[in-house]
């Protein structure tokens, strides 16, 4: 059963729900929403596929989305990253392994949170995944004072400057975290992805395909909104989840009819 509680971080009050697992030992699959309107609303029916299959279950919305604290363009990808780690660390059992699953956006912070965790995270599930230069990491989404400029109120942030510069992204240091990562993995691609250029997918199949048990599900008639795609088709939610937990065993137990 889900359960809903918050979670307070650095002034921030953060809407979470979670679940328990079937005993003290299981992974936890902690679900990460995208930015945008992005919210854990849209991910608690993938939630309850996990908690299904024996897995204890973790999402939260980041500070200025959904239900928790905070502004959206105060916010950074440090930021979400801290707020991740003060989540899991408070809710989940010390040493107890992950499953960490990003969607959009959050594929940089899964790629954050895998260098900090290390071998605890037992499964990446990347679903359109961004990564980002290392200079745009610390820098808030909305600059604190925007300056004037002929065309608008006020000019393009920083960060989105940086994200926006063509091939920015090459020298993300989450693909360097990727290219070492040994556990299991899986990217779901959609094929009509208007967000995230082909060159990022490729870069980011590449550097799991360099040591990580890497599956690619493909999405032929999803866009990038993957969120509401696997809310939306049970099947899909059902592959997903599959691949995710392939080989890692007990304490999580196979569908039902496998």
Sequence with gaps: MLSAFTHDHDGERLSCVGSGGDDAGAATAV?????????KE????????FAARGCAGLAFDFSGHGESTGTLGGSSLRLRFEQAVSVIDAT???GAPLILVGFSMSGQTVADLARHYGRRAVALVLCAPAVHAAEAWPLPFEDPEGTARQDGPQAESRFSRIIRTPDSWRGAPALDVLRAYEGRAVLAVPT???IIPPAVTRAVTDALFARADLSRLELPDADHLLGLWFRDHAED????????????GSPVRPAAGA
């Design 31 to 39: 679900l990460l929403h995208g930015a945008g309107n992005g919210s």
């Design 42 to 49: 849209r991910l608690l029916p993938l939630l309850g596929d």
């Design 92 to 94: 989940v059992p010390a």
């Design 192 to 194: 009509r992805d208007a």
């Design 237 to 248: 939610r059902q592959r997903l989840v599959d691949l995710a937990l392939t080989g890692l």
